[in-house]
Nanobody, 118 residues
Framework: QVRLVESGGGLVQAGGSLRLSCAAS????????MGWYRQAPGEQRNFVAS???????TYVDSVKGRFTISRDNAKNTVFLQMNRLKPEDTAVYYCNVRGRRLGSYVSWGQGTQVTVSS
């Protein structure tokens, strides 16, 4: 079983910054990609950013130029640096890991609240 522990959420004013972290532990096997999704109240969970084991990154258009995803492969940890935050970034942010161990798997963190006040 893969365990994901997220941290770094909170309340910030518009224009501010936050840094999210997510550490994976347990029966990890080989991680192919780590990423972040977010879910605002009343909405579905949507993709934010991801990073592959080789360092390739992908972002949703709305965060390009403001958010940066990075990864510490040795510590199985992924980070999301969020700058110039906007009220519409308010959501619960979920860490996501895709890997392989006796077959492929997808694991989710418990979520961390990010609230951006105007």
């Amino acid at each position: 079983q893969v365990r994901l522990v997220e941290s770094g959420g909170g309340l910030v004013q518009a224009g501010g910054s936050l840094r999210l972290s997510c550490a994976a532990s347990g029966s990890i096997g080989s991680i192919d990609a780590m990423g972040w999704y977010r879910q605002a109240p009343g909405e579905q969970r949507n993709f934010v950013a991801s990073i592959t084991n080789g360092g390739s990154t992908t972002y949703v258009d709305s965060v390009k130029g403001r958010f940066t995803i990075s990864r510490d492969n040795a510590k199985n940890t992924v980070f999301l640096q969020m700058n110039r935050l906007k009220p519409e970034d308010t959501a619960v942010y979920y860490c996501n890991v895709r890997g392989r161990r006796l077959g492929s798997y997808v694991s989710w963190g418990q979520g961390t609240q990010v609230t951006v006040s105007s």
